[in-house]
């Protein structure tokens, strides 16, 4: 396919290899098997299965602990935890127990119980941020933020969000830049990922009681928020935020494309790539902690797969949205 090199910082960077995303496995091998569901482990299944068909993740766990040393020493590392699941969702014969990840739940989310149903989204930031830890693991704790971001969990999923406040009087540009992990869709009134986009970057105006103090003017102005990716990620991880902050499920049906740009969406001259959709994590049923997760992968034949904990059955015909989607992973 086609590696991307690290974008250096001035401080190096900690991940200095070429992303390669091509399948690792031979010929023939399409998909990985199931996961026995444990007991309410379903939300823990659907977003590994997504994981375990990133080919540049796989591709990073292949060598960890071959050629690019463990860094944990005697403690939890999640990518030797990944590996494991991924050498036995690969290259067994039948379904497995993710049982290295599912006993140390409370350690990569300390608020998750074993047994209980938990939000399959949040999870996956708590694994991936367990992962971004095995790669600092060793490095100083007040390691500089700038330098944690070129990880292979950053240089793989990461990318920045920049959001500028424009005064409307002197036109004085205001810009922050954060890091992003993925990108979290506000789904409310919108019937498609485009216009649920659309919305993330619009123009937001501050006023009344909301106005802004513009370091030109020295004084509260009427001005215009408006984010915009400014780097976008090689793996793209779009959250449809289904669940209200008091656990309602929106649960009316989102259109999106098996391709996407985000072009439209970008700080102005910065390039916005294109993607191709490879994973879906569904959610059928009430709320966030109950129901059913399941996840739908994309096998190295093009063919889409459902992976419902330890049921994997390919789809015959092409795969339309679904209507549950509840995430959305894409690769450049």
């Not at 209980?116 to 007040?142: M, T, V």
């Not at 619009?202 to 006023?207: F, H, M, P, R």
């Amino acid at each position: 396919k086609h590696p991307i090199t690290p974008s250096s910082t001035k401080h190096g960077s900690l991940f200095t290899g070429v992303l390669d995303f091509s399948w690792p496995w031979p010929s023939g091998h399409n998909i990985g098997n199931g996961l026995h569901n444990t007991g309410n482990t379903c939300f823990l299944n659907s977003a590994l299965q997504c994981l375990l068909h990133t080919s540049p993740l796989l591709n990073v766990l292949m060598a960890h602990s071959k050629s690019d040393p463990c860094r944990v020493k005697g403690g939890f590392c999640m990518s030797c935890c990944l590996r494991h699941v991924m050498l036995d969702s690969h290259q067994k014969k039948h379904s497995s127990t993710p049982y290295v990840i599912v006993s140390k739940l409370h350690v990569i989310a300390k608020h998750m119980r074993k047994g209980r149903q938990e939000d399959s989204h949040e999870f996956l930031r708590y694994a991936i941020d367990a992962l971004q830890k095995s790669c600092l693991a060793g490095y100083p704790q007040k390691i500089d933020p700038k330098l944690a971001e070129t990880t292979w969990v950053h240089k793989i999923f990461g990318g920045r969000l920049r959001s500028r406040v424009t005064c409307k009087e002197c036109h004085y540009n205001s810009d922050t830049f954060d890091s992003m992990l993925d990108v979290s869709l506000d789904i409310y009134g919108s019937n498609s990922v485009r216009d649920a986009f659309r919305k993330f970057v619009a123009v937001d105006y501050l006023k009344g009681s909301d106005k802004y103090k513009c370091e030109k003017c020295k004084k509260p102005v009427v001005a215009e928020k408006r984010f915009t990716i400014h780097d976008a990620p090689a793996v793209l991880t779009v959250h449809l935020k289904r669940f209200s902050p008091l656990g309602r499920k929106i649960g009316h049906f989102v259109h999106y494309d098996d391709r996407i740009t985000l072009k439209p969406f970008m700080s102005e001259g910065q390039f916005g790539p294109t993607y191709s959709l490879y994973g879906v994590i569904c959610h059928a049923g009430g709320g966030p902690n109950s129901g059913h997760y399941y996840a739908t992968v994309k096998g190295a034949n093009g063919m889409w797969y459902e992976m419902n904990d330890d049921s994997v059955s390919q789809h015959r015909n092409t795969l339309g949205p679904l209507k549950n989607a509840y995430m959305l992973f894409y690769i450049r």
